[in-house]
């Protein structure tokens, strides 16, 4: 059976470190799956999920990536983020707090009609539902 391996590192160190036999990430251009022997490529993500197929169980991880870029070459996926966090590790309290808060914020930005302030209160928002919807994958 055919596998690569899959690293995911952020600022604060290794996130995900797995052996795998699928990845699939949201690319800026679309969704984006890679198997085993992938030509090599680099492409910048988005805020989204991560799911990766594990070679040593059947369900998927669910990593939330909050862009980067990943880089495939030699059955090695790499996946360089400012900020990622696995399902199992995400707290649900804090997300739904970050989301309401950014909610609020993009509120006040837009009455005031703070285009910069309404970017930054937007980001905020989709990195918190994000946040939020890759938790619901976790397993028990």
Do not use: F
């Amino acid at each position: 059976m055919s596998e690569m391996q899959v690293n995911i590192v952020t600022p604060a160190g290794i996130v995900y470190n797995h052996q795998a036999k699928r990845v699939i990430a949201k690319a800026v251009d679309g969704e984006i799956g890679i198997l085993p022997e992938h030509i090599p490529i680099i492409v910048p993500l988005t805020i989204h999920s991560v799911r990766v197929q594990r070679v040593s169980i059947d369900t998927e991880d669910w990593i939330a990536v909050n862009g980067g870029v990943m880089e495939v070459r030699d059955n090695v996926c790499s996946i360089i983020a400012d900020s990622a966090e696995r399902a199992r590790d995400i707290d649900i309290e804090r997300a739904m707090i970050a989301k309401q808060r950014a909610e609020e914020e993009l509120r006040k930005s837009e009455a005031i009609e703070n285009k910069n302030h309404s970017k930054r209160a937007e980001i905020s928002l989709r990195k918190a539902v994000n946040r939020i919807s890759v938790s619901k994958h976790k397993r028990v």
